[in-house]
């Protein structure tokens, strides 16, 4: 089972920001937090991980909380082609495959 | 276009008849794995690959399904006996080898959308 908890569905304004809540309560001192989305009738993409430090790609941002209970993923200038399903996903460094939860649904406005 | 190519994309098949999918990751992946989605649901892991050997399988995959890697290149996805509930996405990724810090991208390709009547 999925051992992360996100919205079902969020929405935004195109141009603005995009701030997607995980909850991971239960996670472990070796587990990554990861994000993928799903553009629709596409496989999953890769965005962006960390273990416990901000990180910031092309793509997006990663907060993680100082406790490692929650993280936020920013998209920063949210576009029409954000439209996705967005999945949040701890991945132990001894694991190789991911579990997905439901995700959230992101629409951006126009 | 991530470089995964699954074939075929879409699969109609009567219950019962068996199926195989095939899956080519990229050249350089030496791990590959197979995901099923069902419609509104996120993927389901089913067991994955490093090189030739088969490292992890799912409790989903049960003994009808079976997966090969022989070559430690492309890979196959069999199902015998098919159920209507196998009716799904069958998703193929593969990824590089570990660079550290935890990195484990995995690239996804399009999907077999198979469908059992």
């Known amino acids: 089972d999925a051992k992360t908890t996100q919205p079902t569905s969020m929405d935004c304004a195109e141009g603005r920001a995009a701030n997607l809540p995980c909850n991971h309560s239960?996670?472990?001192?070796?587990?990554?937090v990861y994000w993928y989305r799903q553009i629709h009738s596409q496989g999953p993409q890769y965005i962006i991980h960390g273990l416990k430090n901000n990180e910031t790609n092309e793509m997006a941002s990663l907060i993680i909380t100082e406790d490692r209970k929650s993280s936020t993923l920013i998209l920063p200038h949210a576009t029409l082609r954000d439209t996705a399903v967005y999945y949040c996903i701890l991945r132990m460094d001894s694991s190789y495959k991911l579990i997905f939860g439901s995700g959230t649904r992101l629409l951006v406005r126009p | 276009d991530t470089g995964v190519s699954q074939d075929p994309r879409h699969k109609i098949t009567k219950r019962g008849q068996n199926v195989t999918f095939r899956c080519d990751p990229i050249s350089e992946h030496n791990r590959l794995y197979w995901y099923r989605q069902t419609l509104g649901q996120g993927p389901e892991f089913l067991t994955y690959?490093?090189?030739?050997?088969?490292?992890?399988k799912s409790r989903l995959l049960s003994d009808r399904f079976s997966a090969e890697r022989p070559k430690g290149s492309f890979s196959t996805l069999e199902i015998q006996r098919t159920e209507q509930g196998d009716s799904a996405m069958y998703l193929c990724?593969?990824?590089?080898?570990?660079?550290?810090?935890?990195?484990?991208?995995?690239?996804f390709g399009p999907g077999t959308r198979l469908t059992v009547l």
């Open positions: 690959f490093q090189n030739e050997a088969q490292l992890e």
């Open positions: 990724a593969s990824s590089a080898p570990d660079p550290g810090q935890g990195y484990n991208e995995q690239f």
């Open positions: 239960t996670i472990s001192g070796n587990e990554y």
